[in-house]
């Protein structure tokens, strides 16, 4: 089926997937980002704030943006990594396809050679984004064309739209260490059997579960976050004094937006010359008769 690609208001080329059921998926070019999920009720399920610059070589402020070879601060490049800022093109050579009941765009990045000056590897980075009824997955796969060995941390930066952040918890998190980015890194053990929400958070928790579920009471309506190749999951929300901070965020965004991302932190993933890293993220929503405590496997 060929692929549906608009130009959008701001110039950007974005890809829109549908499916039958009525729900669909856009996701641009630069950035290779998701920047819309909406389910069969034409509902949006991402935040984007509506500050968002939509100029490159500025990172756009919701979606899906991908966080490599770094994650926030840690290490020598700009804050995230250069991908979620680039240009990326289609791949014309994608691993098997999927099965026909899935609507899919197959993107690669490749280092131009002013990357290479502040990233001095070679690599390719793949993106396949598939959309069937009530689920998003995203296969990130990123495969060493250098002639030695590499190591990258990588995310996915999953900005959910919630009604209200007060009312929403996150389970499966319970129990595990997690690091504290706003106490220095310090390490800490998740004592409460939910997460919940009332002030600016910024963790990364470690060794999570496959699965994690983020509930939203007030929409009556749960994501499952199920993810493979990334065994850490980072929760950030500004709150109201960050989110003022921020130029590209409103100032009350932070009420209704909830990051929890897929990410390999801790423990950088290393390749050696031609191999390859592939990881697996699906989103999916439930109806909240989904009740706490039935976080199954």
């Known amino acids: 089926m060929p692929l549906n690609i608009v130009r959008d208001a701001n110039g950007l080329r974005r890809i829109i997937l549908?499916?039958?059921?009525?729900?669909?998926?856009?996701?641009?070019?630069?950035?290779?980002?998701?920047?819309?999920?909406?389910?069969?009720?034409?509902?949006?399920?991402?935040?984007?704030?509506?500050?968002?610059?939509?100029?490159?070589?500025?990172?756009?402020?919701?979606?899906?943006?991908?966080?490599?070879?770094?994650?926030g601060n840690l290490g020598v490049l700009e804050r995230h990594g250069f991908p979620r800022n680039r240009m990326w093109s289609l791949d014309r050579d994608p691993f098997p396809l999927p099965p026909a009941n899935h609507s899919s765009v197959d993107l690669i990045l490749r280092p131009s050679d002013e990357d290479l000056k502040i990233w001095p590897r070679s690599f390719e980075l793949r993106l396949r984004v598939s959309l069937t009824a009530g689920k998003l997955t995203l296969i990130p796969r990123?495969?060493?064309?250098?002639?030695?060995?590499?190591?990258?941390t990588f995310g996915l930066c999953n900005y959910l739209s919630v009604s209200d952040i007060g009312e929403v918890r996150v389970e499966g998190l319970e129990t595990l260490d997690y690091l504290d980015n706003l106490m220095q890194r310090e390490r800490f053990t998740e004592q409460a059997d939910a997460v919940t929400f009332d002030g600016e958070i910024d963790r990364v928790y470690l060794s999570t579960p496959t699965k994690i579920a983020i509930i939203d009471h007030e929409k009556k309506r749960t994501f499952e976050l199920r993810k493979e190749g990334m065994p850490d999951a980072v929760v950030w929300n500004p709150w109201d004094k960050k989110a003022k901070a921020l130029t590209d965020m409103g100032d009350e965004d932070y009420k209704t937006m909830l990051c929890v991302?897929?990410?390999?932190?801790?423990?950088?993933?290393?390749?050696?010359?031609?191999?390859?890293?592939?990881?697996?993220?699906?989103?999916?929503?439930?109806?909240?008769?989904?009740?706490?405590?039935?976080?199954?496997?």
């Not at 402020?61 to 070879?69: D, L, Q, S, T, V």
């Not at 390859?276 to 008769?289: D, N, P």
């Open 18 to 71: 549908t499916e039958p059921n009525g729900s669909s998926a856009e996701v641009l070019l630069y950035g290779g980002q998701v920047v819309s999920w909406k389910n069969e009720r034409r509902e949006e399920l991402l935040f984007l704030s509506k500050k968002t610059s939509w100029k490159p070589p500025k990172a756009i402020r919701g979606g899906i943006p991908i966080c490599f070879p770094q994650i």
């Open 142 to 152: 990123v495969r060493n064309t250098d002639n030695k060995a590499f190591s990258f």
């Open 261 to 297: 991302n897929s990410a390999a932190v801790e423990t950088p993933i290393v390749l050696k010359p031609s191999e390859e890293w592939k990881g697996r993220q699906e989103l999916s929503t439930v109806s909240s008769s989904y009740c706490s405590g039935q976080l199954d496997p």
